[in-house]
């Protein structure tokens, strides 16, 4: 886990590419805001208002383009 935290931090260091890229391969949870009740809150008030869907916890994940079956 060490290693890739390390991983991710020099990826945002280096303009965050490979750190999606990663993410995508592992299937890493994908969190749209702070983590605390507050902030969800406000970024579904907001998202609500812009016309966006509400924030649904923990069903949002980075994921790789599926390739269609030949």
Same mark, same amino acid.
């Given at each position: 886990?060490?290693?890739? &935290?390390? %991983? &991710?931090?020099?990826?945002? @260091?280096?303009?965050?590419?490979?750190?999606?890229? !990663?993410?995508?391969?592992? *299937?890493?949870?994908?969190?749209?805001?702070?983590?605390? !009740?507050?902030?969800?809150?406000?970024?579904?008030?907001?998202?609500?208002?812009? %016309?966006? /869907?509400? !924030?649904? !916890?923990? /069903? *949002?994940?980075?994921?790789? @383009?599926?390739?269609? /079956?030949?």
């Amino acid at each position: 886990m060490k290693g890739l &935290l390390i %991983g &991710l931090t020099i990826g945002v @260091k280096m303009g965050g590419g490979r750190m999606y890229e !990663i993410s995508k391969e592992e *299937n890493f949870y994908k969190q749209e805001y702070c983590a605390c !009740i507050y902030s969800l809150r406000d970024t579904n008030f907001w998202r609500e208002k812009s %016309g966006r /869907e509400k !924030i649904a !916890i923990c /069903e *949002n994940f980075y994921q790789k @383009k599926l390739e269609p /079956e030949s």
